[in-house]
């Protein structure tokens, strides 16, 4: 899941500490080093943290944090928001200069990974909703029923599952509302296949 601003720089003194002195910080060393004077926000942050799968925490004790990963620190990357992509009727592609952090356990090559954030619910059934973002990875080739971002005739971006008929390609939403679009296969380009979903509650 995404991180915040804040989420991020608690998870950044959370590993400096553990670096520099071989256990966790308390609660209130936390909140020294990031200015923050209510324990309760710090708390409020780590609890976060935990829900997001960056820590693990036994509840009650002091100096408890631990980093999930194997016992590795589990470090976030940033990676590029290249703007929404439709899980509905295509679009064009819209690019920002944003980013955002994802867990270092979804992200095999950072360089041929991206997100981008998901406009319609064509792709509900996989339980991928408006407002969410996918991670994406770039790949040479596909598999059918992969979830992909397709570019049609270099400039309408779509979010479906991938299927190769003869010389065309369906793309099929996870919607029992929505038809398929059946595309002729020199038309469709793949500019990534699905890795990992982020939400914001």
């Known amino acids: 899941m995404a991180l915040t601003r804040r989420q991020r ?14 256990y966790s910080p308390s609660l209130e060393e936390i909140g020294v080093k990031l200015e923050l004077s209510s324990v309760a926000t710090v708390h409020k942050h780590v609890s976060h943290l935990v829900q997001k799968g960056f820590v693990r925490r036994t509840w009650n004790q002091n100096r408890s944090i ?8 589990a470090r976030a990357v940033r990676l590029p ?8 009727m295509p679009l064009d592609a819209v690019s920002t200069s944003e980013g955002i952090d994802v867990p270092s356990t979804l992200v095999k090559h ?8 998901v ?13 969410d973002f996918v991670v994406l990875e770039k790949r040479e080739s ?26 065309r390609v ?24 699905v890795i990992g ?5």
């Open 9 to 22: 720089e608690v998870l950044d003194v959370i590993h400096g500490f553990i670096d520099e002195h071989g």
């Open 66 to 73: 631990e980093i999930v990963d194997g016992g590795e620190p």
């Open 81 to 88: 928001l290249e703007g929404t992509i439709a899980a509905g």
């Open 110 to 117: 950072a360089e041929d990974t991206f997100v981008l954030r």
């Open 119 to 131: 406009q319609g619910n064509s792709m509900i059934d996989e339980q991928i909703r408006d407002g």
């Open 142 to 167: 596909t598999s059918d029923g992969d979830t992909v971002v397709a570019l049609i005739d270099g400039s309408e971006a779509t979010l479906k599952r991938f299927y190769r008929e003869g010389d």
């Open 170 to 193: 369906r793309l099929q939403p996870a919607n029992p509302t929505m038809e398929p679009f059946f595309i002729a296969a020199d038309r469709v380009a793949v500019q990534g296949v």
């Open 197 to 201: 979903l982020l939400r914001r509650y």
